[in-house]
């Protein structure tokens, strides 16, 4: 059992909370990617966890145990950090065998074993005998992790372990990755600001913006119901479109939307917006019901048979990234429809019904 509990931790440095009163479990067994724009404060939190700096306030919990006070070795737990410290005249089983060195309980056929099973799983064992520094740097960054799972901590906790590594690098890397965690059941904390790398290694996303966790979900829980309006821009490519909006007696109205859409019982006061996908928008050369027209204003650029157009639409500006080209060229008209149940509805940048 290792579930990781974080009990309302601050850290400050001066003014600033680094980390502001987060509250909250990444389960046991589970991988947990944190994901959040640069200086959102992942790498403090990570290094609360991990024991090499203190919290202002709170505590931490591993598996119901109180590790706040405990030094990092006391732990027990692996990681990786983005430029990990490797020993380049050490051969990759060497590396891997390292940090079971001076761990007493292990015999020398058990570490034997483990090293053989992360080669195995990391698919190395024709490197075994490789020096590092003859490694590239994809193969460098297998073998780090490779050397925190290896000895077998029931937690582990990466800080963009793939930062400088090439795409091609990087997808092997991920790969091998969730070979080695569905294998060995570990509760592995894994920070990044690629939201890709999140979307494709987590079981659940903790999205972070100063300091704090807005929202703790499955990924595409999080792509597509957003719980702030943060999240909805800073996931997807382009990111939610986020339509300005009015309460009136039979509804929410808005330029996009054809109709109303109910309103909820208990709307708070404040700016609303609705946020729709650009990939939820579709688009016809005709008006038809339900539709909305406007004018295409920019244009489409097409990867991999989606187009990515802009359209205005009575004042508001919208994002559309269809299948196939649009039915209008630039400057032309389009008709839009925007399907009612995909729509969400914030006040104030916080998710209110949808
Ligand atoms: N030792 C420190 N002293 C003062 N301020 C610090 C210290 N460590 C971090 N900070 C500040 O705390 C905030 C969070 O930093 P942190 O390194 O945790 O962010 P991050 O999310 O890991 O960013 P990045 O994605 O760039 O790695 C930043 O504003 C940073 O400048
Ligand atoms: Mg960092």
Request: glycine share 10%.
């Amino acid at each position: 059992m290792a579930e990781i509990v974080i009990d309302h931790v601050t850290k400050r440095f001066g003014d600033l909370a680094a980390v502001d009163n987060i509250d909250m479990t990444f389960s046991d067994g589970e991988v947990a990617c944190l994901l959040g724009p640069s200086g959102c404060g992942k790498t403090t939190l990570m290094r609360i966890l991990a024991g090499l700096e203190q919290p202002t306030s709170g505590r931490v919990l591993f598996g119901g145990k109180d590790v706040t006070d405990l030094p990092p070795r006391k732990r027990n737990v692996g990681m990786v950090f983005q430029y990990p410290v490797m020993y380049p005249t050490l051969s990759v089983a060497e590396n891997l065998a390292l940090p079971m060195k001076y761990d007493r309980a292990l015999d020398q056929s058990e570490r034997q074993r483990r090293v053989d099973e992360v080669l195995d799983v990391l698919d190395m064992r024709p490197m075994a005998r490789a020096f590092i520094e003859d490694l590239d740097i994809g193969s460098r960054q297998k073998v780090a992790i490779g050397r925190a799972v290896a000895r077998q901590s029931e937690i582990v906790l990466f800080d963009e372990p793939t930062t400088n590594m090439g795409v091609a690098a990087k997808l092997q890397l991920i790969h091998a990755f969730k070979r080695v965690t569905r294998r060995l059941r570990q509760t592995i904390v894994y920070v990044t600001h690629d939201q890709t790398e999140a979307m494709t290694l987590a079981d659940k996303i903790a999205l972070m913006k100063a300091g704090k966790i807005l929202q703790y979900d499955a990924p595409h829980v999080l792509y597509s119901e957003p719980s702030t309006a943060f999240g909805g821009w800073f996931m997807g490519n382009p990111g939610m479109n986020f339509i300005p909006a009015t309460l009136q007696p039979d509804g929410i109205h808005a330029a996009i939307l054809a109709g109303p859409i109910a309103a909820p019982a208990h709307l708070p006061k404040g700016e609303i917006t609705i946020g729709i996908r650009p990939e939820r928008v579709t688009m016809s050369g005709q008006a038809v019901t339900g539709s909305v027209p406007g004018t295409l204003v920019d244009q489409a650029v097409g990867i991999a048979g989606r187009y990515l157009t802009t359209v205005r639409v009575g004042g508001a500006t919208v994002k559309v990234n269809t299948v196939g080209a649009p039915p209008a060229d630039l400057g032309g008209t389009v008709n839009l429809m925007v399907p009612h149940a995909r729509v969400m509805l914030y006040v104030d940048g916080v998710r209110v019904a949808g």
